[in-house]
């Protein structure tokens, strides 16, 4: 077979075996007995490291085995009528390929090794033989060709999307397989290059480049080379479900999603999203020292929106995130302090929202010390929904609480 090596070892010779590899829950053995598991062993082959550039197979060799990726990564591509290629797929570590050729006893793409690499190779006829045996070796055999089946009916509903929308998509379905496998989600290295992606997405490998500059200015990731950091995973999934990477309908607020409300009930009349809410009775949560530390926030806010308004330098607008910051830290102390005192059963996950929403606060405050455009409008756009998600959804929960309490004699 062209561009395959016969160096192949058994597995049993291995020091690491199925039941001991890191990838063993995303790959071939899962659900696999420990007896079934030792005879399985037996027919998997281990090939040697495959450099960056070499070829794994070559579309139109005969189909004998499927492989495993064990480290490193694959792209599969073919070549089209017009000698064109076409990249199809994207495979990492635990990740199964090959599986096209078992229907025209060919490899329909070829596989390329995209750094330094390694697989596990199982001949499919042995895993045939194998699978007679063994019911639920097959069965997850099924399941992963389910599973890639799956993959390439989204990555079709992704080409169907805004250019910004598939690159958003296309690396936010990476940080998840990257999170499956026990990696870094939001900060990994994109084995593809950007030719690769751009032909993968069917965009020009230009408009790749432009949106990757785009998205960084947008304060939507940080590139350096081929290494990414996804800073704003919120506004990425609202680009990829096709909202414009500067604005969204929706704001995230902690582990959770709130509505930036025009016509919320209890909301003062006439109030719309073009102004800054000031502080309202109609804010009130019943708990007098809340109730004061919302309106410190308000405050806080509202002298934002009219520097913002008054376009004043960024070094002022600093100061002013610097101090609500500072109080929110205070606020979420104190209203932690409170719900403790009153066994408020949902105080874990206010928790981790109040440190969430922090981090939040922090990074807006940070866009505005770099050179990031439209940094200014966006952090009034968090803050303004900010603080009426705060109030008007999740503390208001608290003032509910407390007075059902004091209903019951609590």
């Given at each position: 077979?062209?561009?395959?090596s016969t160096?192949?070892?058994?597995?049993?010779?291995?020091?690491?075996e199925?039941?001991d590899?890191?990838?063993?829950?995303l790959?071939?053995?899962v659900?696999?007995?420990?007896?079934?598991?030792?005879?399985?062993?037996?027919i998997i082959?281990?090939?040697?490291p495959?450099?960056?550039g070499?070829?794994?197979?070559r579309s139109?060799?005969?189909?004998?085995?499927?492989?495993?990726v064990?480290s490193?990564?694959f792209k599969?591509?073919y070549v089209?009528?017009?000698?064109r290629e076409?990249?199809?797929?994207?495979h990492?570590?635990?990740?199964?390929?090959?599986?096209?050729a078992i229907?025209?006893?060919?490899?329909c793409c070829?596989?390329?090794a995209?750094e330094r690499?390694?697989?596990?190779?199982?001949p499919?006829d042995?895993?045939?033989?194998?699978g007679?045996?063994?019911?639920?070796?097959?069965r997850?055999?099924v399941?992963?060709?389910?599973k890639e089946?799956l993959?390439?009916k989204r990555?079709m509903?992704?080409?169907?999307?805004?250019a910004?929308?598939?690159l958003?998509a296309?690396l936010?379905?990476?940080s998840e397989?990257f999170?499956?496998?026990g990696?870094a989600?939001?900060?990994?290295?994109l084995?593809?290059?950007?030719v690769?992606?751009?032909n993968?997405?069917?965009l020009?490998?230009?408009?790749v480049?432009?949106?990757f500059t785009?998205f960084?200015?947008e304060?939507?990731l940080?590139?350096?080379?081929?290494h990414?950091?996804?800073?704003?995973?919120?506004r990425?999934?609202?680009?990829?479900?096709?909202?414009?990477?500067?604005?969204s309908s929706?704001?995230y607020?902690?582990?959770g999603?709130?509505s930036?409300?025009?016509?919320?009930?209890g909301m003062?009349?006439?109030?719309?999203?073009?102004?800054?809410?000031?502080?309202?009775p109609a804010?009130?949560?019943?708990?007098?020292?809340?109730?004061?530390?919302?309106q410190?926030?308000f405050?806080?806010?509202?002298?934002?929106y009219?520097?913002?308004r008054?376009h004043?330098r960024?070094?002022?607008?600093?100061?002013?995130?610097?101090?609500?910051l500072e109080y929110?830290?205070?606020?979420?102390?104190?209203?932690?302090?409170?719900?403790q005192?009153v066994g408020y059963?949902?105080?874990?996950q206010?928790?981790?929202?109040?440190?969430?929403?922090v981090?939040?606060?922090n990074?807006?405050r940070?866009?505005?010390?770099?050179?990031?455009p439209?940094?200014?409008r966006?952090?009034?756009?968090?803050?303004?929904?900010w603080?009426r998600?705060?109030v008007l959804?999740?503390d208001?929960?608290?003032?509910?609480?407390?007075?059902?309490?004091?209903a019951?004699?609590?």
């Open positions: 077979m062209t561009g395959r160096n192949v070892i058994p597995l049993s010779t291995r020091k690491v199925c039941r590899c890191t990838l063993f829950q790959c071939l053995p659900g696999v007995d420990q007896a079934d598991l030792d005879l399985l062993d037996r082959k281990r090939r040697r495959v450099k960056r070499e070829y794994l197979y139109g060799d005969a189909f004998e085995s499927i492989y495993a064990k490193g990564s599969t591509s089209t009528e017009e000698g076409q990249v199809t797929g994207l990492l570590p635990g990740e199964l390929f090959g599986m096209d229907n025209s006893g060919r490899y070829s596989a390329l995209l690499s390694s697989v596990c190779e199982i499919f042995r895993l045939e033989e194998l007679a045996q063994i019911p639920s070796l097959m997850q055999t399941r992963i060709m389910s089946i993959r390439d990555m509903q992704i080409t169907k999307n805004s910004p929308g598939r958003a296309f936010l379905g990476l397989r999170r499956e496998r990696f989600a939001q900060d990994y290295r084995g593809m290059s950007r690769d992606i751009g993968y997405l069917g020009a490998d230009e408009t480049s432009r949106l785009r960084q200015e304060g939507l940080a590139v350096e080379r081929r990414i950091r996804l800073l704003d995973v919120p990425l999934q609202a680009v990829a479900r096709g909202q414009s990477e500067r604005a929706k704001v607020i902690g582990a999603m709130y930036k409300p025009s016509t919320k009930p003062p009349a006439g109030e719309d999203q073009a102004t800054f809410p000031a502080w309202d804010y009130r949560i019943g708990i007098d020292v809340i109730d004061r530390q919302h410190r926030l405050d806080i806010g509202h002298r934002f009219d520097a913002c008054q004043a960024r070094a002022r607008l600093r100061r002013i995130f610097d101090e609500l929110t830290a205070y606020h979420f102390a104190e209203e932690e302090r409170l719900m005192q059963p949902s105080l874990p206010h928790r981790v929202n109040h440190e969430e929403l981090e939040l606060v990074h807006h940070s866009r505005l010390a770099g050179t990031a439209d940094a200014e966006q952090a009034l756009e968090f803050v303004r929904a603080l998600a705060h959804d999740a208001k929960d608290i003032g509910v609480y407390l007075a059902s309490r004091h019951h004699g609590g």
